[in-house]
């Protein structure tokens, strides 16, 4: 048993990780579309916001023991994809604040 909790508990914290470099990323990359003139601060501040509040609320609500333990051999995968989620959120900032011409 205190290893389900313990699988949880690594689980919880990887996925908050995630969530919340994918919220930075998606603010950089309103940030670069605010700086071009496509965006507001509602929009900088409010869709990261809101990517942060419904993963962690998420979280909490739909992550148990069983699917932690099903989802903790998928964690190194899903590092990837976050990574490129965030590069292309930095390569979008550095286009629009015009640092690379497309």
């Given at each position: 048993m205190g290893d389900r909790q313990?699988?949880?508990?690594?689980?919880?914290?990887?996925?908050?990780?995630?969530?919340?470099?994918?919220?930075?990323?998606?603010?950089?990359?309103?940030?670069?579309?605010?700086?071009?003139?496509?965006?507001?601060?509602?929009?900088?501040v409010g869709f990261p916001l809101f990517i942060f509040l419904v993963g962690r609320h998420l979280i909490k609500t739909k992550l148990n023991e069983e699917r932690a333990a099903g989802l903790v051999k998928y964690i190194p995968l899903l590092y990837c994809f976050l990574v490129l989620a965030v590069v292309g959120n930095v390569m979008s900032f550095l286009v629009k604040m015009q640092f690379f011409m497309v």
């Open positions: 313990a699988v949880l508990e690594r689980v919880q914290k990887h996925f908050t990780i995630m969530v919340t470099l994918k919220a930075l990323g998606s603010f950089l990359g309103q940030m670069g579309l605010m700086h071009a003139g496509e965006s507001t601060w509602v929009l900088a």
